[in-house]
């Protein structure tokens, strides 16, 4: 069974361009969660998507936003990029809330790497 | 309201020592415990996690963690380090079936001497 995807890998921008990352869940899962990991900042929940709709942003400007497709797959978009947002992008999937049994973890893929110049 | 307090952010230990990676959470209902684990420059992975069934629950790469409700304490141990434990470690927290409601730590790094 495929894990989670995300791409690219490394991504380079420059102050005030925009990114986009790209996420694909485990198939079977419909929730996409999205994370920030600057060096030294641990884990910040950015985004979580289910059933195509935006269920919850954490502490982020309007600048970071994304969207789900029908296939359940995501993208993340950071606009007027900031030297800030140099950081390791987590997507994460797990099954629709309350089903699957307690505890359903979340599923995490590599990582996209922003580099912002 | 849940929390997650991962106490020590980098924690040193020598090549087939104990190695012990605090975590305490604040829950008011029971709760569902994990501990994740992060490589350089990878995602996080599931080691283990508590469910309510044993308090006692055993992970990948020979980590185990105890689940005390008197203490609201979920440390991960191991017995012998390895050099290839060398990774930061996270624990989080979620109440129910949602996984959307997980709660993560700050992170603990774990560095082995050799």
């Known amino acids: 069974e495929a894990g989670v995807t995300q791409s690219p890998t490394h991504l380079i921008k420059t102050r005030g361009q925009q990114a986009t990352l790209r996420c694909s869940p485990i198939?079977?899962?419909?929730?996409v969660y999205w994370y920030q990991q600057a060096l030294g900042l641990g884990l910040q929940f950015l985004l979580w998507?289910?059933?195509?709709?935006?269920?919850n942003r954490g502490n982020f400007p309007p600048r970071f936003s994304g969207r789900q497709f029908p296939n359940y797959s995501s993208e993340l978009n950071v606009n007027a990029l900031e030297l800030e947002d140099s950081a390791l992008y987590l997507c994460?999937?797990?099954?629709?809330?309350?089903?699957?049994?307690?505890?359903?973890?979340?599923?995490f893929g590599p990582g996209t790497r922003l580099t912002v110049l | 309201a849940q929390s997650v307090t991962q106490l020590g952010s980098h924690v040193s230990v020598s090549e087939g020592a104990l190695v012990l990676l605090r975590c305490n959470y604040s829950?008011?209902?029971?709760?569902?415990l994990f501990w994740y684990v992060q490589y350089p420059n990878q995602g996080l992975q599931l080691l283990l996690k508590?469910?309510?069934?044993?308090?006692l629950v055993k992970g990948i790469n020979g980590f185990e963690a105890e689940f005390k409700k008197s203490e609201t304490s979920f440390h991960l141990t191991k017995p012998s380090a390895h050099m290839s434990d060398a990774a930061e470690y996270f624990c989080?927290?979620?109440?129910?079936?949602?996984?959307?409601?997980?709660?993560f730590g700050s992170g603990t790094r774990l560095s082995i001497r050799p």
């Open positions: 994460a999937s797990s099954t629709t809330k309350g089903t699957g049994g307690p505890g359903n973890e979340q599923f």
């Open positions: 198939s079977g899962h419909t929730s």
């Open positions: 998507y289910d059933e195509g709709e935006e269920r």
């Open positions: 829950s008011s209902v029971p709760p569902y």
């Open positions: 508590y469910t309510s069934a044993a308090t």
């Open positions: 989080a927290v979620t109440h129910g079936s949602s996984a959307s409601k997980i709660i």
